[in-house]
């Protein structure tokens, strides 16, 4: 069972923020929680998720540091939108991928194991 506040799909849990933090907080805020910030590591569920999501940016577990790779996993083989050199953490909107400088405030997805 997912805790309060929370949606179950498949045998993940998501939360999905009301609130806005920046990507650091977000990524804290995520892992005190026993969870982490959404990742595709297979690179699927993009376009999943993005159906889903309305017109705001949410803070994923996507960082670009030597390279974009997701929080703890593979290296990203997406296409991700950026336009400047500040915008090092991903996020995902209704479109797709985007990278944003870190310290903006952004809502977020928090993913996490179905016990």
């Known amino acids: 069972m ?4 929370w949606t179950r799909n498949g045998s993940h849990c998501y939360y999905f923020s009301m609130e806005k933090k920046d990507w650091n907080s977000s990524l804290k805020f995520c892992a005190d929680k026993g969870s982490h910030l959404l990742t595709f590591p297979d690179n699927q569920g993009v376009k999943l998720f993005g159906e889903y999501l309305g017109q ?11 390279g974009w790779r997701w929080e703890g996993g593979p290296a990203l083989s997406l296409r991700i939108l950026t336009n400047s050199l500040i915008q090092r953490c991903g996020a995902i909107h209704r479109n797709g991928l985007q990278a944003s400088s870190c310290e903006v405030a952004l809502q977020w997805i928090c993913k996490k194991v179905l016990y």
Request: overall charge negative; proline content about 7%.
């Open 56 to 66: 705001d940016f949410y803070w994923i577990g996507l960082r670009n540091i030597d």
């Open 2 to 5: 997912c805790p309060i506040l």
